[in-house]
């Protein structure tokens, strides 16, 4: 038995009560913070025009305010016309659903569901952002790789380009990491759950983006073998695909930073 999350009517009712007052162009607004449920939720709009949004996915346990607090990602997205917008994932794994095995102190936390059924429907009937046709991106570090990479294969053509980095995406390379086995339970004993529709590399296929990888080779959380393999999945498919790999870098804010104009000029080429 799964157990979807993301109860969009519930949800929709708090964003009418919390968010303020709505943008009605892509071409104004102001920054803001709204609360859908309990889930945090920032947009900063760029002084110049905007040229399309970008959707900033934390990692496991990251503040959604740290990539902007520790690199420079979002003032140069700013500055090159992005819209960003930052939802609080809290310890999530951008699950499709959460099971009876699931930590119970952990199902409480928003997961792929949250993005897809209900944020991006926020957005686009409160704000006017992340609608089909508009210049729409997803970034994602550590954990929100993984989540970035899910929601290109689970939302068919909405996005044009995403940037993944450091991101694990076979679940069943390490059958003992302790945040899948919180969620999904012992791969021996559910082993659809770990290879089915909430595993990126099994799901490849269903990505019409671009894709943008990054992962350092001294990475000692998530091993660099993750991106690698997932690279070789994406050019089997044909995705037009980047892949950025250098030998010193670690899984930090100093490498996730770096990666900054790459990754801007990566999105812009699609604009």
């Known amino acids: 038995m799964k157990i979807k999350t993301g109860l969009a009517s519930v949800y929709t009712l708090v964003i009418l009560l919390l968010a303020s007052e709505p943008c009605k162009s892509q071409t104004s607004g102001k920054d803001t913070t709204f609360l859908i449920g309990h889930t945090a939720i920032d947009i900063q709009y760029p002084l110049i025009k905007p040229k399309g949004t970008i959707l900033l996915l934390p990692g ?102 995403g940037a993944l980095l450091s991101g694990d995406y076979d679940q069943l390379l390490d059958i003992n990491d302790n945040l899948m086995k919180g969620y999904y339970g012992p791969a021996e004993q559910f082993k659809q759950r770990w290879e089915g529709e909430d595993n990126p590399s099994r799901n490849v296929e269903k990505i019409k983006a671009a894709v943008y990888l990054g992962h350092g080779k001294k990475d000692a959380v998530v091993p660099f073998f993750q991106s690698q393999n997932f690279y070789q999945l994406l050019v089997k498919q044909k995705i037009k695909v980047q892949f950025a790999q250098p030998e010193g870098e670690g899984h930090n804010y100093a490498f996730w930073g770096s990666q900054t104009e790459a990754v801007l000029a990566f999105f812009k080429d699609r604009l």
């Open 60 to 161: 496991w346990n990251f503040s959604r305010k740290k990539t902007c607090e520790q690199s420079t990602f979002c003032q140069k997205a700013k500055e090159a016309g992005f819209i960003l917008v930052e939802p609080e994932m809290e310890k999530s794994i951008y699950a499709s659903a959460v099971y009876p095995e699931s930590r119970k102190d952990w199902i409480v936390f928003p997961q792929l569901h949250f993005i897809t059924d209900t944020l991006i429907r926020v957005l686009q009937q409160q704000f006017n952002l992340l609608k089909p046709g508009q210049n729409n991106f997803v970034f994602g570090i550590s954990t929100g790789a993984r989540g970035g990479a899910l929601l290109l294969e689970h939302t068919n053509n909405l996005f044009l380009a």
